[in-house]
C-alpha cells in the first residue's frame, strides 16, 4: 500500500496513461474497465477506508489532490475515484453495521464504484418525495420503486438505494438506505431488480446512468443502513455522506477546468495568426488570467472544504455547498473560454476541449443543483431555512417528524 503522500504522484502517473484512451471511453460510450483495474492496483479505490478494512485512512484532502489530477486526463476515471472513496461508500463505513463494512471494503478495494440510488421520475431536488418503498416483513425489507439517473447503474456491485421505510403495519417511519449487493454486468441480478435502460448522455459518456426498477426486491434487514438517529432522521443524516462526495464533485470540474487550461496554455505559444502567436493578443491573455484566477479560486474552496470536519467526519454542509457551486460555474465557463482559444479546432474532436465542454456541463445539476447549493448556502448565510414546499397540513405533520 503506498503511502498517502504519494497519492498525488501516483495519480499524476495513471493520469498521463488515461490521457490517451479518455477518447475512446467517450466514443464507445463504454465503461473504463481497465482504468478500473489500474486505480484498484495503485490503492487509489477505498484509499479513505481505515487501515483495518484494508485501506489506507487516507483524508477527504488526499482524495481531492489525486482526483484533480486524474480529471485533467479522464473525467469518468476521476468519477469513479471520487465514489470509491466519498458518497456511498463514505456513507456505509459511517453508519453501517460491522458486517457491512466487511461486506463492501473489499469489492471497492477491488474497484467498485458503488451506485447510490436517490433520485426518481417524480423526486429529483425534492428527493424527499421519494415513492420507492421497503416494507418490512419479519426479517426483511420489500422494495418496490424506480430509480433513475443512477451512476454506475448496470457496472455497479454495491448499491445503496434509499426508500420510504414502512413498518409491518405500514406505517412510514422515514427515510432509509439499503445495501443490496449483486453483479449486474456479470448478469447476477436478484429477482424483482431490473436495470431498465441506459440514458444517452450529452457528456461523461463512457458512464452509464441507469434508471433501475424494483419489484418485490427482498432485501434482509441486516441491509438496512441505519443511522444512531434511526429513520426518522436517517435522511439526514445519510446525506451527510454527500457532503464528502459534493466536494469530490466540485473536484472533478476543477480538474477538467485545470486540463483545459494546460491544453489552452500549449496552442496559445503555438498557434499563430497575424504573424505572431496568439499568446501576445491581449484579448486573449485577459481571458486566460480570468481563467487562472478561476481555478485557483475553486482550487483553495475545495480544499479548504476538504479540511473542515461536519457531522461524522465528513466536510461542513455549507463549506462544500458553496465550493461545489463555486468550482463547478467556474469550470464550465474556464471549459468554454478555453475551446474559443482553439477557434475551429476546438470544436473538432481533434482536441479534447469538445469532450471535455460536454463532460463539465453536468457538474451544476448533479449532486445537488447550483440553484439548491444557493438555497442551502442563503440559509445558513440568513440563519433561516425556507420551506420549499408548497405547504398543507400533510406536509406540516412530516416536517414536525
Ligand atoms: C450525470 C448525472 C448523474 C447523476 N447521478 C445520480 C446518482 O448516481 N444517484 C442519484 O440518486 N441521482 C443522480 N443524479 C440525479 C441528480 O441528483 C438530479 O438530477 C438532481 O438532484 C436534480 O434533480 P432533477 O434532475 O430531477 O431536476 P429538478 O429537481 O426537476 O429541477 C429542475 C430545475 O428546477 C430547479 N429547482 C428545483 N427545485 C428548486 C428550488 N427549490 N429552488 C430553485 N430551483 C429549483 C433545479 O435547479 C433545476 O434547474 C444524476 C444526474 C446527472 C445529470
Redesign the pocket.
Known sequence: MPETRHIPSIARDLASGFAARAGRWDREREYCWDNVRELAQAGLMGMTLPRAYGGQGASWHDVVLAVEEIARACTLSARIVVEGNMGGISAVMAYGTEAQKRLCAPLVLAGDKP?????EPGA????TDMTTTAQRRGDRYILNGT?H????GGVSRIHLIFAQVLDETGERQGIGGFLVICDPSGGDLPEGFEVVRRER?MG?CGMP?AELKFTGLVVPADMAVVPPSGFARGFADLMTAYNSQRVGAGTVALGIAAGAMDHARRYLLEREQFGRPIAEFQGLQWMLADMDTGVHAARLMLHEAARTTGPAGFPDMTMAARAKLFASETAIKVVNDALQMFGARGYGDAEPLERMYRDVR?FT????????LR?QIAGTVLGIRTP?RRETPQTRALAAE
Not at 429529483?124 to 428527493?127: E, Q, V
Not at 439517473?149 to 454506475?152: E, K, M, V
Not at 445539476?365 to 447550483?370: H, S, Y
Open positions: 451506485a447510490i440510488c436517490i433520485t429529483g431536488s425534492a428527493a430509480k439517473w443512477i451512476t454506475g448522455t461523461l446512468e453536468m445539476i448533479g449532486g445537488g443543483t447550483a440553484q439548491v438555497t420549499q
